[in-house]
């Protein structure tokens, strides 16, 4: 059985099925601003709910990228033992801006091939995170195959759901959700990204999910969520991702921690002396920090540093 590398995390990102924003892409622009801060990081793409991420992946980067040759496909037809090299030769390595690496094993192109690839991944789940022991792992995934996905899940230091709530409907299949990512993943307390405005502010969604507001994430351009450079008119939805990434590193390095009040980070985060500068904006009032929010350094084994004001 796979002993989990308290030094490295396992992230899984989930996404609902009508959130505008899908958990692949999220996956990658998460890992880049990993890689930034000199991560190495592998995203492994077990989401298969909607267009291929190697589509959009070409569109943004004007790049090709083949699962038959690297990703789940090419892996299960080669059927060797997993290892780290040979995971190497399945992946495809995407640029990043800093000194650390970003590789991605994308899932099949096709829909069809999604129920038989993540049954291989489900088998493979230790193989697969001892191949890249060391190594930062972030998965995404879409709320119709956790199931499938449980030793992952249960592997996992952070687990993301992105998730709309701006009508009724969407809140409560949020809350749903919610009941049952907190069961599939009991080694760390699961967050939720809002996929743009909500209904409900940040208290009501905790209260009613039990699932702490990591942050919101309005429209954002494929180009910015996908490409290896950030343009000037992608500057507003680059500082929003670079909070997310910092707020997901935080939890997923918290999930390692065992100290008195982890489970209510806001009375834990004054002990790290952290800054929150993302605000709960959704509803009447002064602003204020969002539940949770918080930084560490990731050079020092935590997340990237939040900015300290806007």
Not at 194 to 218: F, N
Request: some cysteine.
């Amino acid at each position: 059985m796979y002993e989990r590398d308290r030094s490295a995390r396992v992230v899984a990102v989930v996404a609902l099925p009508d959130a505008a924003h899908d958990s692949g892409s999220v996956a990658v622009a998460v890992a880049r601003r990993w890689a930034a801060h000199g991560r190495d990081v592998l995203v492994v793409d077990a989401d298969s709910s909607g267009p291929a991420l190697a589509s959009r992946l070409r569109k943004a980067t004007r790049a090709s990228f083949s699962p038959a040759l690297r990703g789940v496909p090419s892996l299960m037809a080669a059927r060797q033992p997993l290892a780290a090299a040979v995971l190497e030769e399945h992946c495809w390595h995407l640029g990043t801006a800093g000194e650390g690496s970003v590789r991605l094993l994308l899932g099949p192109t096709s829909t069809a091939g999604a129920p038989t690839a993540v049954a291989w991944l489900a088998q493979h789940t230790d193989g697969l995170l001892a191949a890249n022991a060391g190594r930062h792992t972030i998965v995404s995934m879409a709320v119709p195959l956790l199931g499938s996905l449980e030793a992952l899940l249960g592997a996992a230091s952070a687990v993301v759901l992105l998730a709309p709530a701006d009508t009724e409907e969407r809140f409560e299949a949020l809350c749903a959700a919610s009941g049952s990512l907190i069961e599939a993943a009991p080694c760390c307390s699961p967050c939720v990204v809002l996929d743009g405005p909500a209904i409900r502010s940040h208290e009501e969604i905790h209260t009613a999910s039990g699932l702490h507001v990591a942050g919101r994430l309005d429209t954002v351009h494929e180009r910015a969520l996908l490409g290896s450079r950030t343009r000037r008119r992608d500057a507003k939805a680059a500082r929003t991702l670079d909070d997310l990434a910092a707020r997901i590193a935080f939890l997923a390095a918290d999930a390692g921690r065992e100290e008195p009040g982890r489970d209510a980070p806001e009375q834990q985060l004054p002990q790290h002396g952290i800054v929150a500068p993302i605000t709960d904006n959704s509803g009447p009032g002064p602003q204020r920090p969002i539940d949770g929010a918080a930084s560490l350094g990731i050079a020092n084994g935590g997340a990237v540093p939040l900015r300290t004001g806007r």
